[in-house]
């Protein structure tokens, strides 16, 4: 981790990009804490849509969250050769479910623009800002609003 | 390791660990005096307790500490010499003082300040007290002077025909001149006991009056022995006639004389127990200095096992690591099993070796971690103290079973919940004192704290004997806040669980002792975080009793694995009381959506475990399913059904974060020997998770 990679720098950010469904996304890579391959998650009963279950990280329980249905795409199966992305959210590990891990890209600050308006589209809430690279738009998330908020479940 | 950098943050630290363990020591202590059992050695032991925190504080210019420790000590140093009583009042001043001083000891450890003159109030009650003691003070008594020695290297009390006897030994000239040498003599009586030895030199002239080779000096000897008096003359034998000799037996109850320098390594003598009853002191004595200069650090009557501090970071590793043992070794039992070797097998039989020695060390690691319930009992005492004092009623507090261990992250754990249920049962328990008279009982309320492991779990009591549950309060109450619809027909134990919904107070005013409508639910979700239960028994007029049952550990977990809807589930085999096959005969329907089973005659609700969970329609037919009885709490039971019955195994607990699976009804999580996480289910939280949808009689349902 070096501090050219750092948030807020101005020579730019190192973002890994994926696909969900058939659109391209990104984060900070510095969220990423490991990217590992599907492994079937254990359901927890009465759980959210698009809270896939837990799974065994190395001996700790990791919730998966499916960024489709999370994202409010269509329902789809989740197959093995789906990825999961650890990331770390506000000192919790939290496992994200994407179709395929594309890409480490290095942008510019102001290759990064504010997505336009309100948006119908229930994504908008998840997208901090939006990125032509290649002729392909990449739609940086927000993980803070993607992973809900803790303590939420009657204990 | 932390703070290498610092060696005094280290000092600092194993002096507040002592601390704590010095305050323990001392509240045990006023609490058996509170309790009539005054014994000086008690008193002797909080006494060395707050003196050794005065010590250790002034090292580390603790000046407040230092302060507040020594009015208390000079408050316990009067009540072993007897000028001040051991009354009520007394001991109940200084278990605030004792409080206050952990206070102190808190604040600065953990670098906070504490309010200013927070401690004020007891530090001027206990000057007040000291200056009471002083004035009552008989002066022809003056000062009496207890020595103590308690000899680390000797545990065992000294016996009780040991005596102690002064000899005066002054040689004469002939004594040196025949080379006799009156070290050797010491040395000999030293062999018999503990022995201190002061030189008499008012003899020795000037030196222009010098005459070498006589004999100037003489001895006075303080020997403590259980050798006899024919014992001791024999020492002198050789020096017969040569010296000046007088051997006198020192009566056992009168203090001895102060030993200005003992020489070094000499063991200062007493037999008595210090601070008994008061005591003639030797007339013409000066007054002694203060007597903790003998004090020997840290050692109480009763043996203490030797003991070692570890940092519990390394026992939670250790605790992991076993942990980790565990599921590897379930998932090597797994893979040999897949390979299809016989459990005649070698490889069988020294894995089911490893199996019990794995499981050995388990509870090894578990047994470290546990903590007797004392230290948090004794915390406990403080607060219903102060419940007391706050709400003007009079309370006796009792504990019970407060050597019973249970894990270290437990108590932690504990402490708030058990604080506020100790807060209730004294603020809305206990019944004013005019009413308690009025009802034929004593003024002074009982409350009562208790431990016992019940059948691998550890269940604690907090009883009182107050009014009980006011049931139709409580349901005009809940009717009043929309939590029961009005003209609900509740049971009795349906009533009383009423507390435990959110938001329910019963205190027509909030007092500020228990808080603002944060009520039992917290403490049930406290509880049930620690996967443990919460239940209440209350009979009108006599009092209340809530009962909390816990596991043992947070770590490990006896569970029986089933088959629900494809998925595997873990159900802690303690809530089981029987597994059976079910016909189709023996299952019936109430209502649509309701089942119930016949077993053994007795019908029990059915529950549908795969539906109750929502991973499945509820099944179309129950034949053939397997179905375990479930124990609820007041031997309610239930019938939960099952795809399929594995087998009972140790599953190692793995929490579930908040918000992400900690569902009504899971408990948590294990990792099988496949690699596949698990559930733990909490089945009692299920059925009345499912109860409360089905039947309904609360609206507030989930």
Request: proline share 6%; glycine share 8%; aromatic share 4%.
């Amino acid at each position: 981790m070096t501090a050219e990679t750092r948030p807020g720098d101005d020579t730019g950010r190192e973002l890994l990009s994926f696909h969900v469904a058939d659109q391209n996304y990104a984060f900070d890579i510095l969220s990423v804490r490991e990217i590992r391959g599907w492994s079937r998650p254990t359901p927890l009963p009465h759980a959210p849509a698009y809270l896939l279950g837990v799974i065994n990280l190395r001996g700790t329980v990791l919730p998966v969250i499916d960024l489709a249905a999370r994202l409010g795409m269509p329902d789809r199966q989740s197959t093995p050769r789906d990825v999961i992305i650890v990331v770390t959210v506000a000192e919790t590990d939290v496992g994200l479910l994407v179709s395929a891990v594309s890409d480490i890209l290095t942008l510019p600050r102001d290759a990064l623009q504010p997505p336009p308006g309100p948006a119908a589209d229930p994504v908008a809430a998840f997208v901090s800002a939006l990125a032509a690279q290649d002729g392909a738009m990449i739609r940086l998330l927000d993980l803070n609003a993607v992973i809900p908020a803790q303590g939420g479940a009657a204990a | 390791m932390r703070a290498s950098d610092d060696p005094m943050a280290e000092f600092r630290a194993t002096f507040f660990a002592e601390c704590e363990d010095l305050l323990e020591g001392a509240q045990a202590g006023l609490l058996a005096m509170q309790h009539g059992r005054a014994d000086s050695e008690t008193l002797n032991v909080v006494f060395r307790a707050v003196h050794s925190i005065k010590g250790g504080a002034g090292a580390f210019a603790l000046e407040e500490i230092v302060a507040f420790a020594h009015q208390f000590e000079t408050a316990l140093d009067q009540l072993r010499t007897g000028t001040l009583q051991p009354d009520a009042a007394t001991i109940l001043l200084l278990l605030n003082a004792s409080d206050g001083l952990s206070d102190l000891v808190a604040a600065s450890r953990d670098g906070t300040s504490l309010e200013r003159g927070a401690t004020d109030a007891t530090l001027a009650d206990l000057c007040a007290l000291v200056s009471d003691g002083k004035a009552d003070e008989n002066p022809t008594e003056g000062f009496v002077v207890t020595k103590l020695s308690l000899d680390l290297d000797a545990p065992e009390p000294p016996l009780p025909e040991r005596q102690t006897y002064r000899i005066d030994f002054v040689p004469d000239d002939a004594l040196y001149a025949l080379g006799n040498e009156p070290l050797f003599l010491f040395r000999a009586l030293a062999e018999l006991g503990d022995l201190e030895v002061v030189a008499d030199i008012a003899m020795v002239p000037e030196i222009d009056k010098f005459v070498p080779g006589s004999s100037y000096v003489g001895w006075t000897l303080d020997l403590t022995t259980a050798a006899s008096d024919a014992e001791i003359a024999e020492v002198f034998d050789f020096v017969d006639g040569l010296c000046t000799l007088r051997i006198a037996r020192v009566p056992a109850d009168r203090a001895l004389d102060p030993v200005p320098c003992p020489p070094p390594g000499a063991q200062t003598a007493s037999a008595q127990a210090p601070g008994s009853a008061p005591q003639e002191g030797p007339v013409g004595e000066p007054p002694q200095t203060r007597p903790e200069a003998h004090l020997p650090q840290a050692s109480t009557a009763a043996p203490v096992a030797a003991t070692v501090r570890v940092d519990l970071d390394r026992i939670d590793r250790l605790a992991n690591l076993v942990g980790e043992l565990v599921i590897q070794q379930a998932i090597l039992t797994q893979s040999i099993a897949d390979t299809g070797l016989t459990r005649r097998s070698t490889v069988s039989q020294n894995l089911e070796k490893l199996t019990g020695l794995t499981r050995e060390m388990q509870n090894g690691v578990m047994m470290i971690r546990a903590q007797p319930l004392k230290s948090l009992f004794q915390r406990m005492s403080r607060i219903v103290r102060e419940a007391s004092a706050a709400s003007g009623k009079p309370v006796r507090f009792s504990t019970e079973g407060e050597a019973t261990e249970i894990d270290k992250a437990m108590i932690e754990g504990l402490a708030d919940p058990l604080m506020h249920m100790l807060r209730n049962a004294v603020d809305h328990g206990l019944e004013p004192p005019g009413i308690r008279a009025a009802a034929g009982k004593s003024a002074q309320g009982d409350v009562r704290l208790s431990a016992a492991h019940r059948s691998g779990r550890v269940v604690i009591e907090v009883t009182d004997d107050g009014g009980g549950i006011d049931r139709a309060k409580v349901l005009d109450t809940a009717i009043s806040r929309g939590l029961v619809s009005a003209g609900a027909q509740l049971s009795e134990p349906e009533i009383d669980s009423l507390l435990f919904l959110p938001g329910f107070s019963t205190a027509g005013e909030v007092s500020n002792l228990s808080g603002r409508g944060v009520g039992m639910d917290v403490v049930r979700s406290a509880i049930q975080t620690l996967g443990g239960r919460i239940a209440i028994r209350s009979e009108t007029g006599r009092g209340t009793t809530f009962s909390v049952s816990l596991p043992l550990t947070l770590a490990v977990l006896d569970g029986m694995i089933v088959d629900v809807a494809d998925e595997r589930l873990v159900l802690p085999v303690h809530t089981i009381i029987e597994t059976l096959t079910l016909s189709d005969d023996e299952v019936g329907e109430l209502a649509p959506g309701s089942s119930l089973a016949m077993v053994r005659g007795q019908i029990l609700a059915l529950l549908d475990l795969g539906s109750a969970l929502g991973y499945r329609a509820p099944l179309e037919t129950i034949a053939g399913a397997q179905a375990l009885v479930i124990a609820l709490e007041g031997n309610e039971r239930v019938a939960l059904l099952v795809d399929a019955i594995h087998d009972q195994r140790q599953v190692v607990i793995k929490g579930l974060r908040d918000g992400f699976g900690r569902a009504p009804g899971v408990a948590a999580a294990t990792i099988l020997g496949d690699g596949q996480v698990a559930l733990i289910l909490d089945p009692i939280e299920i059925v009345a998770h499912a109860g409360i949808r089905a039947a309904a009689p609360l609206s507030s349902a989930g």
